[in-house]
């Protein structure tokens, strides 16, 4: 099963809205990831925030981290059609020196124009 | 897509042959990564490398073997390709540890017949 898990698994808003996403992951973290898809392409990193970090802004882009409720949520504000695409969490588990990345699978993103 | 470039982009082959998969890079980055990805699944991490002829098991494994010659080079071989090894993979790369941001590359599309 996932550590991380996306919900929605599909969103659609119109053009200028905001559009939220959530994580809930399932075991304690070292960080959490978010990344970014477009159709037919590899993933670009969004966002890194650590397990000691509530909040995290990049732009347009803004990331919460609760631990007591193991979630996550990728705030996108004044959406717009570029941002169509695909956005995962990607969580890092402590292993003893041997942490790896898990993503979630996704949620897909419409933007209306 | 941070000087990584996968080949081939796209294959059709048959039940039984062998496949064989480069990712090179241009970023001297330490760790490179398989990953593949399927509807409902997410990504999941095939086999990794954490320099030259070091390389280690992923979650999925089973069927394929690694190899890592160069630090830019990255092969992942597909020894006796069969109809679930149908799959998007793709490359990634990170520079100093696999819980740091990872960078990927544009991704091959693999159809086993």
């Known amino acids: 099963s996932q550590q991380g898990e996306e919900d929605p698994q599909a969103l659609s808003i119109q053009e200028g809205e905001n559009a939220t996403m959530n994580c809930s992951y399932k075991t304690s973290i070292n960080n959490l990831q978010w990344y970014r898809q477009n159709s037919g392409r590899g993933l670009v990193h969004l966002i890194l925030?650590?397990?000691?970090?509530r909040e995290k802004h990049s732009g347009r882009l803004r990331v919460t981290l609760d631990t007591s409720k193991k979630s996550s949520s990728l705030l996108i504000t004044a959406s717009r059609a570029a941002d169509t695409a695909s956005y995962f969490c990607?969580?890092?588990?402590?292993?003893?020196?041997?942490?790896?990345?898990?993503f979630g699978t996704g949620t897909r993103l419409t933007i209306i124009p | 897509d941070a000087g990584i470039t996968q080949s081939p982009r796209h294959k059709v082959t048959e039940t039984g042959t062998p496949v064989t998969l480069r990712c090179h890079q241009t970023?001297?980055?330490?760790?490179m990564y398989w990953y593949r990805q399927d509807p409902g699944h997410g990504l999941r991490l095939i086999h990794y490398?954490?320099?030259?002829?070091?390389?280690d098991k992923g979650e999925v494994s089973d069927g394929y073997s690694v190899s890592r010659s160069k630090t830019e080079d990255f092969l992942l071989t597909l020894e006796s390709a069969t109809s679930s090894q149908t799959s998007v993979y793709f490359c990634?790369?990170?520079?100093?540890?696999?819980?740091?941001?990872?960078?990927f590359g544009p991704g091959t599309r693999l159809l086993v017949l």
């Open positions: 925030i650590r397990s000691n970090e």
């Open positions: 990607a969580t890092v588990v402590s292993n003893f020196g041997n942490e790896k990345l898990t």
């Open positions: 970023e001297n980055h330490r760790y």
């Open positions: 990634a790369i990170s520079e100093k540890d696999p819980q740091e941001t990872q960078y």
């Open positions: 490398s954490y320099g030259v002829k070091d390389t």
